[in-house]
T-cell receptor, first 111, second 114 residues
Framework: QKEVEQNSGPLSVPEGAIASLNCTYSDRGSQSFFWYRQYSGKSPELIMFIYSNGDKEDGRFTAQLNKASQYVSLLIRDSQPSDSATYLCAVNPGGGNKLTFGTGTQLKVEL | DAGVIQSPRHEVTEMGQEVTLRCKPISGHNSLFWYRQTMMRGLELLIYFNNNVPIDDSGMPEDRFSAKMPNASFSTLKIQPSEPRDSAVYFC????????????FGQGTRLTVV
């Protein structure tokens, strides 16, 4: 079992719709969870992070964490073509400061 | 701050040659990470340093890979000898050594070994 698993996609949504990206992790000791966005040919950049169970909202983005189910998700409301990118889920196994990444989900927002 | 700076941005080399990738972390950050990204395996952690000391090198694929951090502002990743399967994008990232802190990535070095 991989430490961090994501569906590779591509996930296609129409402009204005909600995009839902999911991630599961194996280490119950993980304490912080990050969503990075990576455009083609660019480096990953942080969108948001979450530490506590429940929802965390930041603009059009909402991160959801369920530690009991070892599940993290990212919702993007009012999806825009500029949101088309690969979204990487990252966790810190064992609670340290190193990050382990999933392989990413490619999102395509269509006009 | 200029962010994490990596050099070179692109490197094309012949199989068997030595390759050295360089990284300057963000000033004040005391954790540094080397990642490798390929289509097949995604973003893999190779090694990371806290306060210039290697903490976990379990991701280094084999003895051909080595990394150093002689001071807080500079790190190198060396591959000797290089092989075609080493072709990938290599990212350096830095952060504060603390739990729950994000890592900031450099622009990466695209390595092609022919």
């Amino acid at each position: 079992q991989k430490e961090v698993e994501q569906n590779s996609g591509p996930l296609s949504v129409p402009e204005g719709a909600i995009a839902s990206l999911n991630c599961t992790y194996s280490d119950r000791g993980s304490q912080s969870f990050f969503w990075y966005r990576q455009y083609s040919g660019k480096s990953p950049e942080l969108i948001m992070f979450i530490y506590s169970n429940g929802d965390k909202e930041d603009g059009r983005f909402t991160a959801q964490l369920n530690k009991a189910s070892q599940y993290v998700s990212l919702l993007i409301r009012d999806s825009q073509p500029s949101d088309s990118a690969t979204y990487l889920c990252a966790v810190n196994p064992g609670g340290g400061n190193k990050l382990t990444f999933g392989t990413g989900t490619q999102l395509k927002v269509e006009l | 701050d200029a962010g994490v700076i990596q050099s070179p941005r692109h490197e094309v080399t012949e199989m068997g040659q030595e390759v050295t990738l360089r990284c300057k972390p963000i000033s004040g950050h005391n954790s540094l990470f080397w990642y490798r990204q390929t289509m097949m395996r995604g973003l893999e952690l190779l090694i990371y340093f806290n306060n210039n000391v290697p903490i976990d090198d379990s991701g280094m694929p084999e003895d051909r890979f080595s990394a150093k951090m002689p001071n807080a502002s500079f790190s190198t990743l060396k591959i000797q000898p290089s092989e075609p399967r080493d072709s990938a994008v290599y990212f350096c990232a830095s952060s504060y050594q603390a739990m729950n802190t994000e890592a900031f990535f450099g622009q990466g070095t695209r390595l092609t070994v022919v």
